[in-house]
């Protein structure tokens, strides 16, 4: 996975910690920038499940069991 969608992936994981656990301030903000790199997220892990089949199912698997 490329080091940039996992840093988006983090950041988007504290900011809904922060929105779900504690009282903010101000108001979440969503950008559209935000928006379009959510859907390019969206669309490169599309690709990656379209591109599974059963034998790398299963090296993953391996790999984490």
């Not at 996975?1 to 929105?19: L, T, W």
């Not at 928006?35 to 698997?61: M, P, S, Y």
């Amino acid at each position: 996975m490329d080091s940039s969608i996992h840093e988006e992936i983090v950041a988007a994981k504290d900011s809904r910690i922060d929105a779900q656990y504690y009282v903010m301030e101000e108001p979440v903000v969503i950008s559209s920038e935000d928006v379009k790199k959510a859907r390019a997220f969206v669309l490169a892990i599309e690709e990656v499940l379209d591109g599974l089949d059963e034998n790398k199912i299963e090296k993953v698997r391996s790999k984490l069991g």
